[in-house]
């Protein structure tokens, strides 16, 4: 079981902005009843947190800075450990989390950070709770909230995303707690269809999940991940996101989601992973921005754009991408929301030891800085490492 001493963190910061959220509440702004004549029906609240979710929203969609997901479950955080080395415990989960949430100076890049839900009601190996730690960076704490893909019955073997049920009490202790703003991720699969039911459930489920979020004072990230499996083109990927984004839209309007206090987290929009003509970033770029100003409102504070890594794609690679995203003027803050894009070699650097922890943590402001350069369009890709580099689809850019 490996263990690591972690550096001191800074003095506790007033968290008045995050923890003492009830004093921004607003009254009521209106009560939308499902059936008029029936004063006894369930009702749908909006308002109660409006100002305090802009605000939060905001905060996270600030010039240069992006989002470390850092909210694998402990089955997958497992498999992270196992490719160093690790068992799968939660002192280790403890020791990597740790290491993540004290890199001195990670707020300067990072607004926000997800966490699952263990992290967020644990302490570091120092004893201090990770939540205070991430709060005194400046870094908005958030929640994973949903619970998993299961296989959609009367579909083309697809799935959809559960975790509804029980989610306004969830949402609630989680605000309690010191989160502020939640995440949900279902699925879209190209080579599946996909079925009119599957895109229907997925804008459906997070249209509810988003205003529940709201409701409870998390400001919701919408993220209906078109899968990057199959040999489809960029063009055919570009048409199923229009048709998906159309339904979240729909959806999210129908339930009066406030679209100020929204985070998007699309998928860019790329070939299929087994596609044989591949993308430069001018391309993935060009095709997620038309698909952007297609379909999203300029309302929404920012779109927090996910990685590819699993797909083949490089740390760098998914930093050009961002930063060709960010050459032209947007109506929104285009920024990334990266797991393994921040982690990988920083996981890597660390292989466990305690001697490694300085090493590591100076690999994931490495990543977090080139990433906050991107978001300013401002990234050149020089001087980065052949460790972030691997895993390239092409191999001719020149960095």
């Known amino acids: 079981m490996a263990s690591a001493s972690f550096l001191k963190s800074s003095p506790v910061l007033d968290k008045s902005e995050f923890v003492k959220g009830q004093t ?36 996270i969609a600030s010039p240069g800075r992006g989002i470390l997901a850092m909210d694998e479950s402990n ?6 450990l196992a490719s160093i080395g690790l068992e799968n415990t939660e002192a280790n989960r403890q020791a990597y989390r740790t290491l993540l949430v004290t890199v001195p100076g990670l707020g300067d890049y990072v607004s926000g950070a997800i966490l ?9 190996t120092d004893g201090k709770k990770m939540v205070d730690v991430l709060v005194e960076q400046k870094i908005v704490p958030g929640i994973k909230v949903d619970k998993g893909l299961v296989p959609l019955a009367g579909s083309n073997d697809e799935s959809w995303c559960q975790g509804l049920d029980g989610l306004a009490s969830r949402t609630a202790a989680y605000y309690q707690q010191g989160a502020r703003f939640a995440k949900w991720r279902t699925v879209v699969s190209i080579p599946n269809g996909p079925s009119a039911l599957a895109v229907k459930e997925a804008a459906w489920g997070l249209a509810r999940y988003a205003a529940i979020s709201q409701d409870n004072g998390l400001v919701p990230i919408v993220e ?16 199923v996101a229009q048709k998906v984004w159309a339904e979240v839209f729909f959806y999210m309007a129908e339930n009066n989601v406030l679209f100020e206090g929204i985070l998007l987290k699309p998928s860019m929009v790329t070939p299929g992973a087994e596609c044989k003509d591949r993308a430069t970033p001018e391309q993935v ?14 309302a929404v504070p920012g779109i927090m754009a996910r990685s590819f890594l699993s797909g083949g794609q490089s740390e760098v690679e998914a930093t050009l991408n961002l930063n060709a995203m960010n050459q032209s003027a947007n109506p929104w803050h285009v920024s990334f929301s990266y797991a393994r894009a921040l982690q990988n070699t920083c996981l890597k650097t660390w292989g466990g030891r305690p001697e490694n922890v300085k090493a590591a943590q ?16 401002k990234y050149t890709g020089e001087g980065e490492s052949d460790e972030a580099k691997k895993g390239m689809f092409v191999k001719n850019y020149a960095y």
């Not at 690999?363 to 350069?373: F, G």
């Open 24 to 59: 921004l509440r607003l009254p009521s702004a209106s009560i939308v009843r499902c059936r008029p004549a029936a004063p006894s029906v369930l009702t749908v609240r909006a308002g109660s947190y409006a100002e305090e979710l802009v605000k939060t929203a905001k905060t």
């Open 75 to 80: 089955a997958t955080c497992g498999k992270r």
């Open 116 to 124: 699952f839900e263990e992290t967020l009601y644990q302490s570091t």
């Open 224 to 239: 209906p991940e078109i899968l990057l499996d199959g040999e489809h083109g960029i063009e055919r990927t570009f048409e």
């Open 285 to 298: 770029a060009e095709y997620t921005l038309k698909l952007l100003h297609r379909r999203i409102p300029p």
């Open 362 to 377: 100076e690999a994931l402001l490495i990543r977090a800085k080139a990433n906050s350069l991107a978001q300013l369009g």
